[in-house]
T-cell receptor, first 112, second 112 residues
Framework: GEDVEQSLFLSVREGDSSVINCTYTDSSSTYLYWYKQEPGAGLQLLTYIFSNMDMKQDQRLTVLLNKKDKHLSLRIADTQTGDSAIYFC????????????FGKGTKLSVIP | EPEVTQTPSHQVTQMGQEVILRCVPISNHLYFYWYRQILGQKVEFLVSFYNNEISEKSEIFDDQFSVERPDGSNFTLKIRSTKLEDSAMYFCASTRGGDTQYFGPGTRLTVL
């Protein structure tokens, strides 16, 4: 089946940039997403990118997509302590499928 | 901003009992989903529902599971005879056009 992989942990200092990486296997992915999960909370949609784009910027967030390498990244500029959470990469498959396939999540720890 | 809501936030049940998890999707959304996340593992797709029928389901969604939209606002997941391994966080999601899924806060199911 399709798979999404992420590194499990990332630690950065407050004010630095964070880059969270993700790889996926489904070459027919149409949308790729980043969700944020704070402790005890649900999945908050942060941003998404359509597969025919290679970059999307939204305030402090920059998403880069390398479709050839099936690599997605999320850059958070000026990381704050409130950004500490688990970040999930997810992909939506091709036509006819609406299910999302998630990675295991990257736990971002921001050091004050 | 409209949100997906889920009740209860935590459900404790005995093995073999039936449970019903409830969701109220965003009001003008047409596609509804259930996912689950076993502690420490990936978020896994269970089922999608559109036009009053299941449109897609995973291998996890066996005969013990069923979904229903009993009225114009609720979307429910029933587990007929719970097992220990059904203990997980269950997330409901909805989307208007099948692209960006908005998740509820989850119901933590504990099977004793």
């Amino acid at each position: 089946g399709e798979d999404v992989e992420q590194s499990l942990f990332l630690s950065v200092r407050e004010g630095d940039s964070s880059v969270i990486n993700c790889t996926y296997t489904d070459s027919s992915s149409t949308y790729l997403y980043w969700y944020k999960q704070e402790p005890g909370a649900g999945l908050q949609l942060l941003t998404y990118i359509f597969s025919n784009m290679d970059m999307k910027q939204d305030q402090r967030l920059t998403v880069l997509l390398n479709k050839k390498d099936k690599h997605l990244s999320l850059r958070i500029a000026d990381t704050q302590t409130g950004d500490s959470a688990i970040y999930f990469c997810a992909e939506k498959g091709g036509a006819g499928s609406y299910q999302l396939t998630f990675g295991k999540g990257t736990k971002l720890s921001v050091i004050p | 901003e409209p949100e997906v809501t889920q009740t209860p936030s935590h459900q404790v049940t005995q093995m073999g009992q039936e449970v019903i998890l409830r969701c109220v999707p965003i009001s003008n959304h047409l596609y509804f989903y259930w996912y689950r996340q076993i502690l420490g593992q990936k978020v896994e797709f269970l089922v999608s529902f559109y036009n009053n029928e299941i449109s897609e389901k995973s291998e996890i969604f066996d005969d013990q599971f069923s979904v229903e939209r009993p009225d114009g606002s609720n979307f429910t997941l029933k587990i007929r005879s719970t097992k220990l391994e059904d203990s997980a966080m269950y997330f409901c999601a909805s989307t208007r056009g099948g692209d960006t899924q908005y998740f509820g806060p989850g119901t933590r199911l504990t099977v004793l």
